[in-house]
């Protein structure tokens, strides 16, 4: 017998009890106990209840959105079961607006349910007075209900396959934390010593389930510069935080990679995104802000170096470096010369090239271009380099 028809010879009551003894709370970003969701919206509920399923829009790598290839049938149900428990009359699952062929590869399953599927990005304020929820917290009714369900959480290591991992499970078991400079777990940020002590259970937020491990040789700024650039594509623009604020971060993170970073900018960007966390309509604004804010909490030393010492830990950030070509192994070949984008590099065949720091963009194709491996970057010392053409061999320090 299917959960679904299991859940039909059940009351209500039953069924909440059921999940409410299983421990269940909602997936994604939201972890609130799923029983006591349930029962304030039977509290106040319309009369023309609709139960909808979906992944956050903030999983905009659709992480989770794995569930559906795996679980679909059991998503399904659990959806079913909700809108039983909750006298809803109108049921949907809710993909991703470019997920058309998904939607038409699940259509006869959903149909047989009564559930349409939807192919959207997902208005939290349509769903106010509904019951909108987690995919994988739809697989978690479907299991209690059939009795399967073993307290867990679906991630995704380093983009790896979905696996569930027990509540109880040490981070440290599940990823190698030994090189880590951070680590990041859905949308938050940790300190390697953070993580090394974490254990997951119902009470970590996991966000879209993501799991990743940033070593010494990741810029922190870079990639939360990354990661605000995604929220920014994400983002609809409708509320005023999410849109201004994401921009407002992202102007200060990449005043910080390119060099002209403030410590004024250190505050206002923990003022905006602390508001944006409760004046978005949904997940991509309320958590858009969340690894920069992790950042200015747990690694001010890396907004240091970068604002102050004007130096990247990481040396990722090109504008803390210098490019240049090393008199002693330049074979005046004039490969980079050629690549150069910008035509600041000086030269001619068997002489020493030399690059015009102050208009080269430090795109790096002439260090790819070079066979003699000349062009150095560094973000230490320059050594002395010549001045004027010099054939190539000639060139003596003094
Ligand atoms: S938080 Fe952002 S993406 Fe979500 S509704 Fe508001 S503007 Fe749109
Ligand atoms: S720096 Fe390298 S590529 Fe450029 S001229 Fe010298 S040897 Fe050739
Ligand atoms: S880094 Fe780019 S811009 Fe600078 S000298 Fe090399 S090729 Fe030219």
């Given at each position: ?322 490019i240049y070509i090393d008199p002693n192994l330049c074979e005046g070949c004039e490969e980079c010369a050629d690549v150069c984008?910008?035509?600041?590099i000086?030269g001619?065949a068997g002489h020493i090239h030399?690059i ?8 790096g194709k002439c260090i790819e271009a070079c066979e003699y491996e000349a062009v150095i970057q ?14 190539c ?6």
């Amino acid at each position: 017998m299917s959960a679904y028809e299991m859940a039909k010879q059940m009351e209500a009551s039953e069924v909440i009890a059921k999940v409410a003894s299983a421990g269940i709370k909602e997936y994604g970003v939201y972890a609130e106990p799923l029983a006591d969701k349930w029962n304030a919206i039977i509290a106040n509920k319309p009369a023309d209840l609709i139960v909808a399923a979906g992944i956050n829009n903030s999983d905009s790598k659709k992480v989770l959105l794995g569930l559906v290839n795996i679980k679909c049938a059991q998503i399904l149900e659990g959806i079913a079961i909700t809108a039983q428990v909750l006298g809803a009359t109108d049921m949907r699952l809710l993909l991703p607006e470019d997920e058309t062929e998904l939607a038409a590869s699940l259509k006869e399953a959903a149909d047989s349910y009564g559930i349409t599927i939807e192919n959207t990005f997902i208005s939290a304020n349509a769903y106010r007075e509904h019951g909108l929820f987690h995919i994988e917290t739809m697989l978690a009714v479907a299991e209690a209900i059939e009795g399967t369900y073993e307290p867990g959480a679906y991630v995704s290591v380093a983009g790896g396959e979905l696996k569930k991992v027990a509540y109880g499970t040490k981070l440290a078991d599940i990823v190698d934390i030994d090189d880590a400079k951070a680590v990041e777990i859905g949308s938050h940020l940790y300190t390697a010593a953070a993580a090394a002590e974490m254990v997951i259970d119902a009470d970590t937020i996991l966000g879209d389930g993501s799991i990743n491990v940033l070593g010494n040789d990741k810029c922190l700024m870079q990639e939360a510069e990354k990661r605000l650039l995604a929220a920014r594509k994400t983002s609809c623009g409708k509320c005023t935080f999410c849109r201004e604020g994401l921009n407002q971060i992202y102007g200060h993170i990449t005043d910080i990679t390119s060099g002209k970073g403030a410590k004024e900018g250190m505050p206002m960007m923990k003022e905006i995104g602390d508001a944006m966390t409760f004046s978005c309509n949904c997940s991509v604004g309320t958590v858009g802000a969340d690894f920069v804010l992790d950042a200015l909490e747990h690694f001010t030393s890396e907004f240091d170096a970068h604002i102050k010492k004007r130096t990247c830990p990481a040396g990722v950030c090109t504008c803390f470096t210098t490019i240049y070509i090393d008199p002693n192994l330049c074979e005046g070949c004039e490969e980079c010369a050629d690549v150069c984008p910008v035509d600041c590099i000086e030269g001619k065949a068997g002489h020493i090239h030399m690059i015009d720091d102050f208009d080269c963009t430090k795109c790096g194709k002439c260090i790819e271009a070079c066979e003699y491996e000349a062009v150095i970057q560094t973000t230490g010392r320059v050594p002395k380099l010549p001045t004027r053409l010099t054939k190539c061999g000639k060139f003596k320090k003094r």
